[in-house]
C-alpha cells in the first residue's frame, strides 16, 4: 500500500492543526507542514515560535494518529545562516517529522553545497533528512545538477526531492532518475500540469505556487514517473489551486487530490 501526504501548498490556507483534522476525514496517512515561507512575506506557520499553536498541532497529531511527513521550506540564500535553525530542527523533532524541504537560491553553488552539508550534519542530529528540491528558476535547476550536489556531500541524511512537475519542467529524464541510489530518495512530490511548458520564468513560478492540476488530469507522463520511483517512498500531493479555492473548500479540494494520486499510482503499479 502506498503512504499519502498532503502537501502544506495543497491546502495553505489552513493551519496545521485544521490541515491535521482533514487529513485524516480524507483519509492520508500524512500531513506536510510549512514552518517557514518559500518567499520573504509569504504564508507560514511558525510553529517554533507559537507554543500554544505547537501544542495544539501536537495534540491533533495524537488524536488522530496522522503523522508529519516534513517541514518546509528551507529556501538558502547567500545570507542564510545555518546556526539559526535550532528552533525549527527542534520543533521538526518534537512533531516527529522525517524529512525537510531544502531548496537553492544562492547562485554560488560551492557555498550553497558547503551550508548544506553542515545543514544535513544538524538536521540528522534530530532525526531529518534533508531533501534537496530541484527547480528550473533556482541555483539547482535540474535533477542532474541535483544528484552532483548531493552526491558530492554524500552524508546520510542529503537527499533529493523529486516534484513531478518540476521533473517535467526541468526537462529531466527518467534515465537519470534511474541512477540515483534508492537511499537518496526519502519522499517524491506527485502532481500534474498542462503538457506545454511555460515559456517564461514568471510563468513557471505562477503555476508551480499556483495553479497545479489533478494527478491525472493534466498532460505530464505521471504514471511513467510514479513506475519509476521505488515503492516504498511516501508520495506527497502537492496540488496548489489558487483560483479553485476561491469556489470549493480545502476537504473537497484535498479530497479529489487524493483519490486522483491513488489512481494514478494503481496504474503505475498496474502497468509495472
Known amino acids: 500500500m502506498a503512504t499519502f501526504s498532503v502537501a502544506a501548498l495543497t491546502v495553505l490556507e489552513l493551519a496545521p492543526p485544521e490541515m491535521i483534522e ?11 507542514l510549512r514552518l517557514l515561507p518559500a518567499t520573504p512575506g509569504g504564508v507560514a506557520y511558525r ?85 534537496l528540491e530541484f527547480m528550473p528558476w533556482t541555483s539547482v535547476p535540474d535533477l542532474e545538477t541535483a544528484i552532483r550536489i548531493v552526491g558530492g556531500i554524500d552524508h546520510p541524511a542529503a537527499g533529493i526531492l523529486v516534484d513531478a512537475l518540476h521533473f517535467d519542467r526541468s526537462q529531466s529524464s527518467l534515465g537519470d532518475l534511474r541512477t540515483i541510489p534508492a537511499r537518496r530518495l526519502h519522499y517524491w ?20 505556487r499556483e495553479e497545479r492540476m489533478f494527478p491525472g488530469e493534466g498532460g505530464l507522463d505521471i504514471v511513467g514517473l510514479a513506475r519509476a520511483m521505488p515503492d516504498d517512498l511516501t508520495i506527497s500531493i502537492e496540488v496548489p489551486t489558487v483560483q479553485l479555492a476561491k469556489t470549493v473548500d480545502a476537504e473537497t479540494r484535498a479530497r479529489r487530490a487524493l483519490a486522483a494520486g491513488k489512481t494514478v499510482v494503481e496504474r503505475a503499479r498496474a502497468n509495472s
Open 189 to 208: 512530490q506527485l502532481c500534474d500540469g498542462p503538457a506545454e511548458r511555460p515559456s517564461t520564468t514568471e510563468q513557471l513560478i505562477h503555476a508551480a
Open 22 to 32: 482533514l487529513a485524516a476525514r480524507c483519509g492520508y496517512d500524512k500531513v506536510g
Open 47 to 131: 510553529l517554533m515560535d507559537d507554543a500554544p499553536l505547537l501544542r495544539e498541532t501536537l495534540r491533533r497529531l495524537q488524536s488522530t494518529g496522522v503523522t508529519v511527513a516534513d517541514i518546509e521550506v528551507v529556501a538558502f540564500r547567500p545570507e542564510t545562516d545555518v546556526g539559526s535553525f535550532t528552533p525549527f530542527f527542534e520543533a521538526g523533532a518534537r512533531l516527529g517529522a522525517k524529512h525537510i524541504l531544502v531548496a537553492a537560491y544562492d547562485p554560488d553553488l560551492a557555498r550553497f553545497s558547503d551550508r548544506y552539508r553542515q545543514f544535513c550534519e544538524a538536521a540528522a542530529q534530530y532525526g531529518l533528512t534533508s531533501d
